[in-house]
């Protein structure tokens, strides 16, 4: 008996210490990512060169990591700001990401999990995906940050940004789904990409 307790406090112990280990690989991954092989080639934001216009990246909570694209347009600074009490409407592609560029046109399409993006309306419907007509909307999203649930990398992902951003927000799996399996389409500890426009802010 205590040979069979032994071995199963082994176990436990040596899955806890994979699971430890699978966050700051990821974070270093992200990082390696972002500032390598991400086109265009980011910074941290802290590390953006006075006088000059790098791309850019910001960090929250080491596990989620915001790319904005045109953060340095003048007119945006004018345009109305996401908080944590605005309602917003956006168009997004989910992706599960793994560390590579992702294609959002072209013939090497990279295929989101999900998505409400017209563009890809004919591509979910097609033979190839099999989804049936009616079963998928691809109406804007509305958000109440207030009341609706979400994953917390999604959440921190909006706030902070203004109406017609284009965002790609790319998160470890701590802020994402965790360690859960979602009708086998996302693995547990996966990291996750969303790409989003912000249509409205009210």
Known sequence: MRQLALIATLLF????S????????QQEK????????HQ??????????A??????????DRS??????GAYNPDRATRKEVTETSVVTITFRAYLFNFQNIQTDGNRLT?????????LEEAFFSENVGLTPGAWTFEPLVIDLKHDSLIRGLRLALIGCRELDSVEAFM??????????????IEKESPIAFFFTIDHVE
């Not at 992200?30 to 092989?37: G, H, N, R, W």
């Not at 265009?40 to 060169?49: I, S």
């Not at 006088?51 to 929250?60: K, S």
């Not at 470890?172 to 389409?185: R, V």
Request: proline residues 7%; contains cysteine.
């Open 13 to 16: 112990c040596l899955a806890c």
């Open 172 to 185: 470890t799996y701590n802020m994402a789904y965790g360690d859960k399996h979602l009708i086998n389409i």
């Open 111 to 119: 295929m989101p999990f999900w998505t409400n993006d017209p563009l």
């Open 40 to 49: 265009p080639k980011l910074v941290a934001k802290e590390n953006v060169e």
């Open 30 to 37: 992200m990082v390696t990512y972002l500032t390598s092989t």
């Open 18 to 25: 994979q699971e430890e280990e699978v966050l700051p690989k």
């Open 64 to 69: 989620l990591y915001r790319y904005i694209d």
């Open 51 to 60: 006088g000059t216009e790098q791309p850019y990246y910001e960090v929250f």
